[in-house]
């Protein structure tokens, strides 16, 4: 297998969302959990996105399983290599964006590396360096109260040289409309100036497909998926490419099984999904203490409560809560502990709930979903059909447990009947 593009996405509902859009761009592509077995069969395609779990982990960490990921990319033939983040820069001053991308440059020789989060489609937008989140500044977004990595800062270039070694420049909308030629002008300007990285701002797809343009002629570039669909329109631009029809719906075929919602994510448009989701299927609302003090009892009395429902239809499962309840909680227990504690214990469920016949499952939240997939030990995922913006209902590969389908979804994402929408595609 030879590969056109390589990703690696910081943690899964990440790599979903960016294989989605590379998918819908133009590029067969497949998500792998990790680097995959040598013996684990994947198509022949255009991109690969290895997902890692690293957004929240110690820098070192991180910088050491993206460096691993970057070489058995490089190994299949990647000639560029792009660090997916989140479209709202989920990060602290200790990493792991800045860390990762420095790190990626120097694997990769080195030079100055292009850095947006920018994905319109879902509300993104980066504007002299400043994040918004559907037109909010980053800081005033929901994002101020994320539990594991409240965003305080709307500039960029601040929170990314704050997290770096080296200086950080902006490309601004005005190079950025200017076209590609102004935007290599201005970072190799930039590069002169010793800087290691550039904020490119972009407002609109076409100025992503810019930056793609620019980008791909470059080994490393760190963004959200709206740089993903930069860089797959102008492989496809480029020839390299065949035009061909997307042809996502053999992936979800049906499977059968039962079907549940987790959801560990406490952003905002997930507590409005749940609440919707609440006056049409049953919901189990954990109790977060519960999943910290007394994790065994919590679990196996949410699997007989899921037990006596799932043969009748899809249920929801969901530790998710308001910011204040999360920040009381986490006063009390630290953030870490809590955040990790209640993955642990909603990982065991879907585990159980697998166990017990569902093979259809919808994970809300990234670092949710990772803990999930992991558990499960699912080795890969086909791209399907997308069921939101960033969203795709996603094929298991080479699943110990059989065929199931999947959605990933990030916390953010997805309109209010997000749930119901979603089990409607899986069957
Ligand atoms: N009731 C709760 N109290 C405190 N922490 C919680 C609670 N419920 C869930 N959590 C933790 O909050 C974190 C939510 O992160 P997760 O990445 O899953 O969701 P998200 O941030 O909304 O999604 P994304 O990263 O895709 O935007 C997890 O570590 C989860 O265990
Ligand atoms: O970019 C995004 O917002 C998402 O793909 C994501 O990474 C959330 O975890």
């Given at each position: 297998?030879?590969?056109?593009?390589?990703?690696?996405?910081?943690?899964?509902?990440?790599?979903?969302?960016?294989?989605?859009t590379l998918t819908k761009n133009g590029l067969?592509?497949?998500?792998?959990?990790?680097?995959?077995?040598?013996?684990?069969?994947?198509?022949?395609?255009?991109?690969?996105?290895?997902?890692?779990?690293?957004?929240?982990?110690?820098?070192?960490?991180?910088?050491?399983?993206?460096?691993?990921?970057?070489?058995?990319?490089?190994?299949?033939?990647?000639?560029?290599?792009?660090?997916?983040?989140?479209?709202?820069?989920?990060?602290?001053?200790?990493?792991?964006?800045?860390?990762?991308?420095?790190?990626?440059?120097?694997?990769?020789?080195?030079?100055?590396?292009?850095?947006?989060?920018?994905?319109?489609?879902?509300?993104?937008?980066?504007?002299?360096?400043?994040?918004?989140?559907?037109?909010?500044?980053?800081?005033?977004?929901?994002?101020?109260?994320?539990?594991?990595?409240?965003?305080?800062?709307?500039?960029?270039?601040?929170?990314?040289?704050?997290?770096?070694?080296?200086?950080?420049?902006?490309?601004?909308?005005?190079?950025?409309?200017?076209?590609?030629?102004?935007?290599?002008?201005?970072?190799?300007?930039?590069?002169?100036?010793?800087?290691?990285?550039?904020?490119?701002?972009?407002?609109?797809?076409?100025?992503?497909?810019?930056?793609?343009?620019?980008?791909?002629?470059?080994?490393?570039?760190?963004?959200?998926?709206?740089?993903g669909l930069?860089?797959a329109r102008?492989?496809v631009?480029?020839?390299?490419?065949?035009?061909?029809?997307?042809?996502?719906?053999?992936?979800?075929?049906?499977?059968?099984?039962?079907?549940?919602?987790?959801?560990?994510?406490?952003?905002?448009?997930?507590?409005?999904?749940?609440?919707?989701?609440?006056?049409?299927?049953?919901?189990?609302?954990?109790?977060?203490?519960?999943?910290?003090?007394?994790?065994?009892?919590?679990?196996?009395?949410?699997?007989?409560?899921?037990?006596?429902?799932?043969?009748?239809?899809?249920?929801?499962?969901?530790?998710?809560?308001?910011?204040?309840?999360?920040?009381?909680?986490?006063?009390?227990?630290?953030?870490?502990?809590?955040?990790?504690?209640?993955?642990?214990?909603?990982?065991?469920?879907?585990?159980?709930?697998?166990?017990?016949?569902?093979?259809?499952?919808?994970?809300?939240?990234?670092?949710?979903?990772?803990?999930?997939?992991?558990?499960?030990?699912?080795?890969?995922?086909?791209?399907?059909?997308?069921?939101?913006?960033?969203?795709?209902?996603?094929?298991?590969?080479?699943?110990?447990?059989?065929?199931?389908?999947?959605?990933?979804?990030?916390?953010?994402?997805?309109?209010?009947?997000?749930?119901?929408?979603?089990?409607?595609?899986?069957?």
């Amino acid at each position: 297998m030879t590969i056109l593009l390589g990703s690696i996405a910081d943690d899964y509902t990440g790599a979903s969302d960016l294989a989605n859009t590379l998918t819908k761009n133009g590029l067969r592509t497949v998500q792998t959990v990790g680097i995959p077995d040598p013996s684990l069969p994947l198509p022949d395609v255009d991109a690969v996105v290895v997902s890692l779990k690293i957004r929240s982990v110690a820098a070192g960490e991180a910088v050491a399983a993206a460096g691993t990921a970057e070489r058995w990319l490089r190994g299949r033939g990647a000639m560029h290599v792009l660090y997916k983040i989140c479209s709202t820069f989920d990060s602290t001053d200790k990493g792991n964006i800045g860390p990762v991308t420095e790190a990626l440059a120097e694997l990769a020789g080195g030079g100055i590396v292009l850095v947006t989060p920018a994905f319109p489609e879902t509300g993104r937008t980066v504007y002299l360096g400043h994040l918004f989140v559907n037109g909010q500044p980053l800081d005033e977004s929901p994002l101020k109260d994320h539990p594991l990595n409240p965003m305080h800062d709307a500039n960029l270039v601040r929170v990314m040289a704050r997290q770096s070694r080296g200086a950080i420049g902006l490309i601004d909308l005005s190079a950025v409309a200017a076209g590609p030629d102004a935007v290599k002008a201005r970072l190799d300007a930039l590069r002169a100036d010793g800087a290691s990285a550039a904020i490119a701002d972009a407002v609109f797809d076409r100025d992503l497909e810019t930056l793609g343009e620019v980008t791909l002629r470059t080994p490393v570039s760190s963004g959200a998926s709206g740089l993903g669909l930069g860089l797959a329109r102008a492989l496809v631009r480029s020839g390299r490419v065949p035009s061909r029809v997307s042809g996502t719906a053999d992936a979800i075929r049906p499977v059968g099984g039962h079907a549940a919602v987790i959801a560990g994510s406490c952003s905002n448009a997930t507590l409005r999904q749940l609440a919707i989701a609440e006056q049409a299927m049953p919901v189990l609302r954990l109790d977060p203490e519960r999943l910290l003090t007394a994790a065994p009892d919590e679990i196996s009395a949410a699997l007989s409560w899921a037990e006596a429902r799932m043969e009748a239809g899809p249920i929801i499962i969901a530790a998710s809560t308001t910011p204040e309840a999360v920040s009381e909680l986490q006063s009390r227990y630290g953030r870490e502990i809590s955040g990790r504690a209640i993955e642990a214990a909603t990982s065991a469920i879907a585990a159980e709930l697998v166990a017990r016949g569902a093979r259809r499952l919808v994970v809300a939240g990234g670092e949710t979903s990772g803990a999930a997939v992991d558990k499960l030990a699912i080795p890969a995922f086909l791209i399907g059909p997308e069921i939101a913006p960033g969203v795709p209902v996603l094929r298991t590969v080479g699943n110990p447990q059989g065929d199931m389908l999947l959605a990933l979804k990030s916390g953010n994402f997805g309109g209010d009947d997000f749930f119901a929408a979603a089990l409607a595609m899986m069957r």
